[in-house]
């Protein structure tokens, strides 16, 4: 059954470098997301990409934060500066419609 | 105010019975879809079952139902004759109107019994 994937499966990063991190989405899925998760909490919508460009993003999702469909396969979340609190479980998703939502097993990005 | 509300921190249930996590939602949107999500402690999400607003039937899908009751704005997660495996947290979800967004609840802890 087709999945989706993200690397690396744990990123620690130190304050104020950048990182990216990588999902490959379910390959006919039209619709693409991230979410994170801090530790103990909910999972927070960051941000939504359909048709080659951002659909909708949250206040989360300020300057630091850029996403990218490089080529066909690869969708990417990067943040330019990382903060202590940005520290959290990211996950990718994407859907062939927009009333579904498959999650990736999640990247761990630890700020130090 | 929060969109999502689940008011059952943790719940116990004894393998092979039936356990029911509640949902309550908000919203003043006609159209909208509500999902629940299992994640186990490998910390993975994973998709359990869809109901539309305007699906007349609940979903079900496999040994997981969706007690859908529009009127009382709920979504409750009927999972049936629980197995071991089905120790994880639950999390109900909800997109609103042409949003893409899903919002989550705070999850519900299931722990499964011998």
């Known amino acids: 059954e087709p999945e989706v994937t993200q690397t690396p499966s744990h990123q620690v990063t130190q304050m104020g470098q950048e990182v990216i991190l990588r999902c490959v989405p379910i390959s006919n899925h039209l619709y693409f997301y991230w979410y994170r998760q801090i530790l103990g909490q909910k999972v927070e919508f960051l941000v939504s990409?359909?048709?080659?460009?951002?659909?909708?993003k949250s206040e989360i999702f300020d300057d630091q934060f850029s996403v990218e469909r490089p080529d066909g396969s690869n969708f990417t979340l990067k943040i330019r500066s990382t903060k202590l609190e940005d520290s959290a479980m990211y996950f990718c998703a994407s859907g062939y419609g927009n009333y579904e939502q498959y999650f990736g097993p999640g990247t761990r990005l630890t700020v130090t | 105010a929060q969109k999502i509300t689940q008011t059952q921190p943790g719940m116990f249930v004894q393998e092979k019975e039936a356990v029911t996590l509640d949902c309550t939602y908000d919203?003043?949107?006609?159209?909208?879809?509500l999902f629940w999500y299992k994640q186990p402690s490998s910390g993975e999400m994973i998709f359990l079952i869809y109901q539309g607003s305007y699906d007349q039937q609940n979903a079900t899908e496999g040994r997981y139902s969706l007690n859908f009751q529009k009127a009382r704005k709920s979504a409750n997660l009927v999972i049936s004759a629980s197995q071991l495996g089905d120790s994880a947290m639950y999390f109900c979800a909800m997109r609103e109107g042409a949003g893409y967004a899903l919002n989550f609840g705070k999850g519900t802890s299931l722990l499964v019994t011998p």
């Open positions: 919203t003043s949107d006609p159209s909208y879809g």
């Open positions: 990409f359909y048709n080659n460009e951002i659909s909708e």
